[in-house]
T-cell receptor
Framework: GAGVSQSPRYKVAKRGQDVALRCDPI?????LFWYQQALGQGPEFLTYFQNEAQLDKSGLPSDRFFAERPEGSVSTLKIQRTQQEDSAVYLC?????????????FGPGTRLTVL | KNQVEQSPQSLIILEGKNCTLQCNYTVSPFSNLRWYKQDTGRGPVSLTI?????NTKSNGRYTATLDADTKQSSLHITASQLSDSASYICVVSGGGGFKTIFGAGTRLFVKA
């Protein structure tokens, strides 16, 4: 596709439910990032993949958050036992080059609401 | 602590007017600074990217400046249009595998 796509665009979950958010990066992009964006704030880093390797997961807020990119393309962010504080927009970005310092291309985000 | 601070938090201007958004950072070491535009309900879109040696870069009606000595950047929007209404986010990256730090953004409203 032409850009980064994410699905679903909106997700409503009951507290305690597990959710899975999908990111399809731009084809051939080496780097993939997940960010969490609270209302009125800038994105905050969650985790970074270089191809299939998860090189940095220091931003994941708890062990309820898990991300994978098994074949180095599509990535899934899973949140177990969701809590109300998990409500946010989850952004995925990809970059053609390795590392954090290059231009990143963002998807439209998944807005998660936990009731 | 590595931080990126943006001002003002929000801004209302009339269509056709110019405006300037500010970004101050304490990130070190410094690799590059980017400005993104984020429309409501969309992901951020890159406007400009500047490295240490660059002090100005333009993209249409958007002009970014960088003073690496004072660690300040600005984004100037000329002849604003209604479609410029969005959040503008300043992003700073450091070298050596350092993570990218995002500012909280400036919310710009352009009114007719």
């Amino acid at each position: 596709g032409a850009g980064v796509s994410q699905s679903p665009r909106y997700k409503v979950a009951k507290r305690g439910q597990d959710v899975a958010l999908r990111c399809d990066p731009i084809s051939g992009h080496v780097s993939l990032f997940w960010y969490q964006q609270a209302l009125g704030q800038g994105p905050e880093f969650l985790t970074y993949f270089q191809n299939e390797a998860q090189l940095d997961k220091s931003g994941l807020p708890s062990d309820r958050f898990f991300a994978e990119r098994p074949e180095g393309s599509v990535s899934t962010l899973k949140i177990q036992r969701t809590q109300q504080e998990d409500s946010a927009v989850y952004l995925c970005a990809s970059s053609p080059d390795p590392g954090h310092n290059n231009e990143q291309f963002f998807g439209p985000g998944t807005r998660l609401t936990v009731l | 602590k590595n931080q990126v601070e943006q001002s003002p938090q929000s801004l209302i201007i009339l269509e056709g007017k110019n405006c300037t958004l500010q970004c101050n950072y304490t990130v070190s070491p410094f690799s590059n600074l980017r400005w993104y535009k984020q429309d409501t309900g969309r992901g951020p879109v890159s406007l400009t990217i500047m490295t240490f040696s660059e002090n100005t870069k333009s993209n249409g009606r958007y002009t970014a400046t960088l003073d690496a000595d004072t660690k300040q950047s600005s984004l100037h929007i000329t002849a604003s249009q209604l479609s410029d209404s969005a959040s503008y986010i300043c992003v700073v990256s450091g070298g050596g595998g350092f993570k990218t730090i995002f500012g909280a953004g400036t919310r710009l409203f352009v009114k007719a």
